[in-house]
């Protein structure tokens, strides 16, 4: 059984850092793409990030700020999140899928963790 399991959220003033890091298990995720998405209040999930065959993916509005990172040994991804911003409070999930990491629709990503709450204060 697939598991995904989310650390690191809180509470973070603005121009902030907080790393996020989530743990897969229940299979190997070696050819697996793993990656983030995040929902505010009363807004759609939104595509964050994600790593996939060495490369790695990144929604507009966070490229520069976001860093993916994952360790195939442990099976584990991270976001690195600086410069934050009030916009940037959401739940954060972290996400898998046996195939191509480039995509942005939530239904194309299998398995989902419970996510965590990332609140950025202004």
């Known amino acids: 059984q697939v598991q995904l399991v989310e650390s690191g959220g809180g509470l973070v003033q603005a121009g902030g850092s907080r790393r996020l890091s989530c743990a897969a298990s229940?299979?190997?995720?070696?050819?697996?793409?793993l990656g983030w998405f995040r929902q505010a209040p009363g807004k759609e999930r939104e595509f964050v990030a994600a790593?996939?065959?060495?490369?790695?993916y990144y929604t507009d509005s966070v490229e520069g700020r976001f860093t993916i990172s994952r360790d195939l040994a442990r099976d584990t991804v991270s976001l690195q999140m600086n410069s934050l911003k009030p916009e940037d409070t959401a739940v954060y999930f972290c996400?898998?899928?046996?195939?191509?990491?480039?995509?942005?629709?939530?239904?194309?990503?299998?398995?989902w963790g419970q996510g965590t709450q990332v609140t950025v204060s202004a």
């Open positions: 996400v898998a899928a046996l195939s191509d990491g480039s995509s942005r629709r939530p239904g194309f990503w299998a398995y």
């Open positions: 229940g299979r190997t995720f070696s050819g697996y793409a």
């Open positions: 790593s996939w065959s060495g490369r790695t």
